[in-house]
């Protein structure tokens, strides 16, 4: 079993869940008191949100990239951004490491196309969903992405933040949300991407008429068969190299 790192604390409470779905999945895959060997590197969120704010991506990608050294420095044979948004500064993350990053969009649109989706929505922060870096790599995928219109994107960024992110949860949230995914469903989306990791924590199948693509636990699947070795662990493309070690 190969040892799986974890930068997280973007929030905290999505983190937890990585945590959750890590050894889950595990016991479900090996049975008995089986676990996943991880280590866990957990930033202080608000001082990446100030940097988010500010436009100080770079700044951030630094902090992000000393943090996932110390996980490889730990014995991470892998790496995950338990986070869709600062994926935007992935490659600067793997440049830093030597060990593969795990990428969320790579995985999430793999998931996408195994059940048979093309058009897709994609509810996020508003960085995730306006913004190339996430949108692009999807497309790229070839995936249709749907985002809300500028009131629907505001309020989902408006919820992450203000709610999801402070451990909030609010009905009338819930069913906000409902409403801006059966806008994205009548303007022909095939399923829905939950593609900020805290709004599992609100919304999920029962809440779309169509499929939903939880992304923390998408992550934390494909986490998981690369580290039994059922999948070849890969890098983004941008690093120094994407050999993991042997656990």
Request: proline share 2%; with cysteine.
């Amino acid at each position: 079993m190969k040892t799986i790192g974890l930068l997280g604390g973007m929030s905290w409470e999505s983190t937890a869940e990585y945590y959750r779905l890590l050894n889950e999945l595990t016991r479900e895959r090996l049975g008995g008191l089986h676990s996943a060997r991880c280590v866990l590197y957990s930033v202080d969120f608000a001082e990446i949100e100030r940097l988010q704010a500010g436009g100080r991506w770079s700044e951030a990608g630094e902090v992000l990239a000393a943090a996932a050294g110390s996980l490889e420095a730990a014995g991470a044979d892998l790496v995950l951004i338990c986070t869709n948004t600062m994926h935007k500064v992935a490659d600067q993350v793997q440049a830093g490491i030597s060990v593969p990053l795990l990428h969320l969009a790579d995985a999430t649109a793999d998931a996408v196309k195994a059940a048979g989706a093309r058009r897709v929505g994609l509810l996020g922060t508003a960085f995730t969903m306006e913004q190339d870096f996430y949108r692009g790599r999807l497309a790229a995928a070839g995936l249709d992405v749907r985002v809300p219109d500028a009131a629907g994107r505001a309020l989902v960024h408006r919820v992450i933040y203000e709610e999801l992110c402070q451990g909030i949860v609010r009905e009338e949230s819930r069913a906000a949300y409902r409403h801006v995914i059966g806008q994205l469903v009548a303007d022909g989306a095939e399923g829905i991407i939950l593609g900020c990791t805290e709004i599992e924590l609100l919304v999920g199948a029962a809440d779309s008429p169509v499929p939903v693509f939880p992304t923390a636990r998408i992550h934390a699947e494909a986490a998981v068969e690369a580290a039994l070795g059922s999948t070849a662990l890969t890098g983004t493309g941008a690093g120094t190299g994407t050999a993991g070690r042997s656990a």
